[in-house]
């Protein structure tokens, strides 16, 4: 399983972004919970957002809730995990990783760190005020 994270650069506080992460390989003979994670400079890497393989399932860490969106979709070819992220604020300044966890069925969603065995690369994010 490869993750292709693109999006991210700079914006304004207030403003928004969209990061997407394509999720490719041995991906449609099992099943999947995709998460966002960020790392903000001289702290751990967080929870941000995940949905389970049907996308009908999502969690959010209480700092995005209300402004962050996760959504899931497929093609032929590849899934792809969007986080549209919607009245940005300097806080949000970090590196963002997509990642993904084999999980038993549609409806699982993964939140813990150490869960996830594919990570894509980090693509910044960065909030000027």
């Known amino acids: 399983v490869q993750l292709q994270a693109s999006g991210g650069g700079s914006g304004q506080a207030g403003g928004s972004l969209r990061l997407s992460c394509g999720v490719t390989g041995e991906i449609f003979n099992s099943y999947y919970a995709v998460a966002w994670f960020r790392q903000a400079p001289g702290k751990e890497r967080e929870f941000v957002a995940a949905s389970s393989w049907s996308g009908r399932r999502i969690s959010y860490a209480d700092s995005v809730k209300g402004r962050f969106t996760i959504s899931l979709s497929r093609d032929s070819a590849k899934y792809t995990a969007t986080l549209q992220m919607d009245t940005l604020k300097a806080e949000d300044t970090a590196v963002y990783y997509c990642?993904?966890?084999?999980?038993?069925?549609?409806?699982?969603?993964?939140?813990?760190?150490?869960?996830?065995?594919?990570w894509g690369q980090g693509t910044q994010v960065t909030v000027s005020s």
């Open positions: 990642a993904a966890a084999r999980v038993p069925n549609v409806r699982v969603v993964v939140t813990s760190e150490a869960s996830f065995e594919f």
